[in-house]
């Protein structure tokens, strides 16, 4: 299972760090994803990082902001997320993948995530 944490409520700009903890097995051989979903909209995805952890994709809205990272020994992946606005609002979940998609229909399993609200 993966646990996303490290949520909460923040004031626009500031820092959060968001951790994705795995357990029962090892993820070191998966890639690995954060998405967010906001209330009523579709969940989406933020970043993405290889399996090695040198490869990493973040959507043009976080570009620069937003940095993920994945510690392989500790069988867990980090969302570092600087510069945060309100429309960075949503719960954030991490997921796994075996393919190179970017859908998130190819990423599971869904734990459970983690609340950012950032006010204005």
């Known amino acids: 299972q993966l646990q996303a944490s490290g949520g909460g409520l923040v004031q626009a700009g500031g820092s959060l760090r968001l951790s994705c903890a795995a357990s029962?097995?090892?993820?070191?051989?998966?890639?690995m994803g954060w998405f967010r979903q906001a209330p009523g909209k579709e969940r989406e995805l933020v970043a993405t990082i290889s399996r090695s952890g040198f490869r990493t994709y973040h959507v043009d809205s976080v570009k620069g902001r937003f940095t993920i990272s994945r510690d392989v020994a500790k069988n867990t992946v980090y969302l570092q997320m600087n510069n945060l606005k309100p429309e960075d609002t949503a719960v954030y979940y991490c997921a796994a993948t075996i393919t190179t998609s970017l859908d998130k229909g190819a990423f599971g399993p869904w734990g459970q995530g983690t609340q950012v609200t950032v006010s204005s």
């Open positions: 029962g097995r090892t993820f070191s051989s998966y890639r």
